[in-house]
């Protein structure tokens, strides 16, 4: 056979060889047949008629208004709340001075018997400025005798020892809240802050220790468990401005010497700044002071 036959030759051959192994088998039996699925009725979408009752699958926001209490309701958790503040002052008291249950008893006969001068001897009668500072000093001094009555040497030497430390503290507090409120009109440097801070603990110090000692256990930060009659230290320092002038029964009048008693002691403490602070410090303390004025020659103007 020639060469050039050979090679188609030998294709066909290959080819019909590969054709027969590739050959595909006989078809195989059929299966047995499966009945079909029952098809499941899709959920309708959520904006169907059949959905348009149903619940959302993502809440949105709720807005949930607590229930409105009664005054009555209201009145009472404040009293609770109060009450539970006094007890713990007991238990503070207590534990720094030692006292016994015997003790404890004596001393809430005591507080008891001092609230009962607070109530007006008329009802529905006014007390005057004049008459309310008193009351304070007479429950003060009656309160420093019950207590010295009952405490013994020891705990007599605790109870000065907690004294000293509230009124420590008290400075403290007020020359902290005073500095703070410096710092928010003017800027000041660290050696600035940490004199004014002790100007300021001088300063109140002194206005503290123009008040009757016996007003301190008054205090509603005193660590008596006092009720009622306990008072703000701000409420008793403008009583005593206001005092410091009996004569004047107008309130407005009363009114006007307090705000001028205020100016003063402010004027006193801007001349002790006047060696810390610089020339523009001082103006903007002074100016700070001068709006503060503004408004309150508003508030003591005479109606028209």
């Known amino acids: 056979m020639k060469p050039s036959l050979v090679t188609p030759v030998l294709a066909v051959l290959v080819g019909f060889g590969c054709g027969w192994l590739l050959k595909p088998a006989a078809n195989p039996a059929p299966a047995a047949a499966t009945p079909p699925k029952k098809a499941t009725p899709a959920r309708p979408p959520a904006t169907s008629p059949q959905s348009a009752n149903a619940d959302p699958i993502v809440p949105g926001p709720v807005s949930i208004k607590p229930p409105v209490q009664p005054l009555t309701d209201v009145a009472e958790r404040g009293k609770q709340l109060a009450e539970a503040r006094v007890a713990a002052k007991m238990q503070r008291f207590t534990e720094v001075i030692g006292l016994s249950a015997a003790q404890q008893a004596e001393l809430k006969k005591a507080i008891a018997a001092n609230e009962k001068m607070f109530v007006p001897k008329e009802a529905g009668e006014p007390q005057s400025p004049q ?6 000093v007479s429950g003060g001094s009656a309160l420093e005798k019950a207590i010295a009555s009952l405490l013994t040497p020891e705990q007599a030497t605790a109870f000065a020892d907690l004294r000293k430390r509230e009124t420590d503290n008290r400075v403290e507090a007020a020359a902290q809240r005073d500095l703070g409120n410096l710092t928010e009109i003017t800027d000041l440097s660290a050696e600035q802050r940490d004199k004014t801070l002790e100007l300021l603990r001088q300063s109140t110090a002194a206005e503290l220790a123009a008040l009757p000692s016996c007003l301190s256990l008054m205090l509603d930060s005193s660590i008596l468990p006092l ?40 004027e006193a403490r801007l001349n002790r700044l006047r060696s810390i602070l610089t020339p523009g410090q001082l103006a903007q303390y002074q100016a700070a002071l001068a709006e503060r004025y503004a408004i309150q020659d508003l508030m003591i103007q005479p109606q028209r």
């Open 227 to 266: 009720g009622s009659q306990a008072t703000s230290e701000q409420s008793i320092q403008t009583l005593r401005l206001i005092v410091e002038s009996p004569n004047l029964a107008d309130p407005r009048a009363q009114h006007a010497k307090l705000i001028e008693n205020q100016r003063s002691q402010l």
């Open 131 to 136: 008459q309310t500072f008193e009351v304070l």
